[in-house]
T-cell receptor, first 114, second 114 residues
Framework: AQSVTQPDIHITVSEGASLELRCNYS??????LFWYVQSPGQGLQLLLK??????LVQGIKGFEAEFKRSQSSFNLRKPSVHWSDAAEYFC????????????FGGGTRVLVKP | DAGVIQSPRHEVTEMGQEVTLRCKPI?????LFWYRQTMMRGLELLIY????????DSGMPEDRFSAKMPNASFSTLKIQPSEPRDSAVYFC????????????FGAGTRLSVL
């Protein structure tokens, strides 16, 4: 069975500093990979996705993520964090043959210091 | 499109009462998912439908939980009888069959069982 691990439960970062959120997955083949963001009191919003091809993908709100097959990782990055980036971030893996089902990591809560 | 619409946004009920949560997926989407989110267990998939047919309900915690999808534009998640431990945020998400697992989430229903 596939699984997704987000090692960091909480991260605190200063506004303007860079941010990197880690995600490791376990899956037999190349999966579909996603990052979602959840602002307080809101649903999950898709930030970016990886299906195939270029391993560096760009998303909304200035985020990017890099797929590294050798490390089974899909880390999320942003060069300069804004106060509005304070939220919870979820990494997810899609099974190619499992009917659009996603497996989510436990999430990383990001706090932004002024 | 208006996105995935869930109602009510908040529900407060007493233990033992029946609770019905509602979801309208994005028009044209083939898949519908129900999730539960708690601090302790994170985001859990409860059940999902494809073309109105339940495909996997292995995440439904107990017989007190049931879900239906009578047509392509409406689904319900019912808890009867409700218990305090059912207090959580319940999300509905939908996706298209050919969109490689991309799921779009509603804003959620926050359920409090007293």
């Amino acid at each position: 069975a596939q699984s997704v691990t987000q090692p960091d439960i909480h991260i605190t970062v200063s506004e303007g500093a860079s941010l990197e959120l880690r995600c490791n997955y376990s899956y037999g083949a190349t999966p579909y990979l996603f990052w979602y963001v959840q602002s307080p009191g809101q649903g999950l919003q898709l930030l970016l996705k990886y299906f195939s091809g270029d391993t560096l993908v760009q998303g909304i709100k200035g985020f990017e993520a890099e797929f590294k097959r050798s490390q089974s990782s899909f880390n999320l990055r942003k060069p300069s964090v804004h106060w509005s980036d304070a939220a919870e971030y979820f990494c997810a893996v899609g099974e190619v043959a499992a009917g659009n089902k996603l497996t989510f990591g436990g999430g990383t809560r990001v706090l932004v210091k002024p | 499109d208006a996105g995935v619409i869930q109602s009510p946004r908040h529900e407060v009920t007493e233990m033992g009462q029946e609770v019905t949560l509602r979801c309208k997926p994005i028009s044209g989407h083939d898949y519908l998912f129900w999730y539960r989110q708690t601090m302790m267990r994170g985001l859990e998939l409860l059940i999902y439908f494809n073309n109105n047919v339940p495909i996997d309900d292995s995440g439904m915690p107990e017989d007190r939980f049931s879900a239906k999808m009578p047509n392509a534009s409406f689904s319900t998640l019912k808890i009867q009888p409700s218990e305090p431990r059912d207090s959580a945020v319940y999300f509905c998400a939908s996706s298209e069959a050919d969109r490689k697992n991309i799921q779009y989430f509603g804003a959620g229903t926050r359920l409090s069982v007293l």
